[in-house]
């Protein structure tokens, strides 16, 4: 639910573009989500869906680098909360009132799951995420899984999350359309 001063596409674009520059230095890859990514033409808040880099050990075993991501969020706005899969900032980047919520993806996560349920709106990703189980797929922590053996089905984009669900690929600028809730309101009908 958006709580910050809404501000127009235009404004929201350029303050989405220089947090992701100043995420890219301690980041493996970040992309914005939410209303922005839905060129929503009023934004209240901001959505990140961010990789951390790995830190890798000796062995070759890899572990999300995350406290720097936590340290340039803390930079960018007020903290408000978070742990290892989400962060909140307020006041970002000076403006007052605005929100960042910061959704981390990293393993067992995938980014394009997370990236295609928090571009939104909600009530599409929950309902791509529920018409999964008839095709005997479950979302769960960021990944889809086979139902029966509980193995990973990959799914490396949205398109892909999309057809896990049975459903037509929306470009993220046409999911808030009347055609993209029709079917919503006839399942719930």
């Given at each position: 639910?958006?709580?910050?001063?809404?501000?127009?596409?235009?404004?929201?674009?350029?303050?989405?573009?220089?947090?992701?520059?100043?995420?890219?230095?301690?980041?493996?890859?970040?992309?914005?989500?939410?209303?922005?990514?839905?060129?929503?033409?009023?934004?209240?808040?901001?959505?990140?869906?961010?990789?951390?880099?790995?830190?890798?050990?000796?062995?070759g075993h890899g572990t999300p680098d995350i406290e720097p991501v936590r340290?340039?969020?803390?930079?960018?706005?007020?903290?408000?909360?978070?742990?290892?899969?989400?962060?909140?900032?307020?006041?970002?980047?000076?403006?007052?009132?605005?929100?960042?919520?910061?959704?981390?993806?990293?393993?067992?996560?995938?980014?394009?799951?997370?990236?295609?349920?928090r571009t939104g709106p909600a009530e599409l990703g929950q309902w791509a995420?529920?018409?999964?189980?008839?095709?005997?797929?479950?979302?769960?922590?960021?990944?889809?899984?086979?139902?029966?053996?509980?193995?990973?089905?990959?799914?490396?984009?949205?398109?892909?999350?999309?057809?896990?669900?049975?459903?037509?690929?929306?470009?993220?600028?046409?999911?808030?359309?009347?055609?993209?809730?029709?079917?919503?309101?006839?399942?719930?009908?």
């Open positions: 639910m958006s709580i910050g001063r809404p501000v127009p596409l235009a404004r929201a674009l350029e303050i989405a573009q220089q947090i992701s520059e100043l995420l890219a230095p301690v980041v493996a890859r970040s992309k914005v989500a939410g209303s922005v990514r839905r060129q929503r033409p009023v934004v209240s808040d901001l959505e990140f869906v961010i990789e951390p880099r790995m830190q890798v050990d000796l062995l340290k340039k969020l803390r930079e960018i706005g007020e903290w408000a909360k978070g742990g290892d899969r989400y962060m909140q900032i307020r006041d970002v980047l000076g403006h007052e009132g605005m929100r960042l919520d910061a959704f981390l993806a990293h393993e067992p996560a995938r980014f394009a799951v997370i990236l295609a349920i995420v529920t018409r999964m189980h008839r095709f005997g797929r479950r979302c769960e922590g960021g990944r889809i899984l086979d139902m029966r053996s509980g193995a990973e089905i990959p799914c490396d984009s949205e398109q892909d999350f999309f057809r896990l669900a049975g459903l037509a690929y929306l470009p993220p600028r046409l999911r808030d359309s009347a055609g993209a809730r029709a079917p919503l309101e006839h399942a719930h009908g």
